[in-house]
C-alpha cells in the first residue's frame, strides 16, 4: 500500500508562484515514475509534467518554461514549482507514482486557484 500526501496548493494572483510537494509512503519511491496531473474545470484530466527514475522529465507544452517538476528520493518527495501563473492553471493538482512493477498510484488532490 502507497500513500501520496499533497501540500502546497492555495490562492496565488495571476503571475504568482507556488511549489506544491506530494511525499509517497513505503519504499517505492526510488524505482517509480512519478508526477502530475490536473483537473480543470470543464475540461478532461491533463498531464502537467513528470519525471522518471532517470531524471527524464516531460511537461505539458503549455507549461514549458513555467513550471519545473523535480524529485527527492531521499524524502521519497516529488515537486512541481510553478512560476508566472495563469488563470488557466486553476484547477485540482494530483500527483501520481507507477512503479516499475505493479499499479499505480494517486494522491487525493490539491487546489491551486490563480486569479486574474
Known amino acids: 500500500q502507497v500513500q501520496l500526501v499533497e501540500s502546497g496548493g492555495g490562492l496565488v494572483q495571476a503571475g504568482g508562484s507556488l511549489r506544491l510537494s506530494c511525499t509517497a509512503s513505503g519504499n517505492r519511491f526510488s524505482s517509480s515514475d512519478t508526477g502530475w496531473y490536473r483537473q480543470v474545470p470543464g475540461k478532461q484530466r491533463e498531464s502537467v509534467a513528470q519525471?522518471?527514475?532517470?531524471?527524464?522529465?516531460e511537461y505539458l507544452e503549455s507549461v514549458k518554461g513555467r513550471f519545473t517538476v523535480s524529485r527527492d528520493n531521499n524524502k521519497a518527495t516529488v515537486y512541481l514549482q510553478m512560476n508566472n501563473l495563469e488563470p488557466e492553471d486553476t484547477g485540482i493538482y494530483y500527483c501520481?507514482?507507477?512503479?516499475?512493477?505493479?499499479?499505480?498510484?494517486w494522491g487525493q488532490g490539491t487546489q491551486v486557484t490563480v486569479s486574474a
Open positions: 501520481w507514482l507507477r512503479p516499475l512493477f505493479g499499479r499505480s498510484w
Open positions: 519525471i522518471e527514475i532517470g531524471g527524464k522529465t
